[in-house]
């Protein structure tokens, strides 16, 4: 049985913690292989300077996982109708779509979310809610499940939303195994959200 692929999609500007908490838990899955993809390909460059190399959107493998982060370059992605469009397209090609902090906005603005239940970065919260005309964003989430598409809070939340989605999916035993070799203590309540935001 072949592994199932985990594309990880960068741009220029993308919070590091919203990338490599998810995937230091998604990493110890052992029927699942990491692939780091932006638009054309090459190096990305995050918030904080360092540099990955990545392979174009149009390597991405259909019916795997998709990890969208957020960070500051998700605002002019917000308005490029391109991306935008590339990325409703591999989410609809997608068995899973997980993204954390702003990158709801990138799905929102993509049409990815209507008529579904969505969370976002909570300092960014009437911006990222601005996109989607019939989305049901969630002011007190760490993260939201529905359907195949799990969105995360502000950044340290992706963390929770993967061991989440590894409870789900590949059992409670595998989560806390990750989760106690990451030294790690999971928020394991959706509803426990100290960042929540008054609507």
Known sequence: MSATPISILLFDGFEPLDV???????GDLDDCRLGYFSLNGGLVGCRQ???VETQPFSEIASNGILLLPGGMGTRPLSAD??????LHRLAENAQ?????CTGSALLAAAS??????????KRSWAWATSFGREVFWQPRARWVADGKFWTASGVSAGTDMALAFVRENF???KAQAIAER????????ADNDPFAVQV
């Open 20 to 26: 490599f908490g998810p995937v230091e838990v998604l």
């Open 49 to 51: 300077g360092f540099r």
């Open 81 to 86: 109708d391109a991306w935008l469009n590339h």
């Open 96 to 100: 899973t779509v997980l993204s954390v």
């Open 112 to 121: 990815c979310l209507e008529k579904r239940r969505a969370t976002t970065n």
């Open 171 to 173: 059992g409670r035993t």
């Open 182 to 189: 990451m030294e790690y203590t999971a928020n394991e309540d």
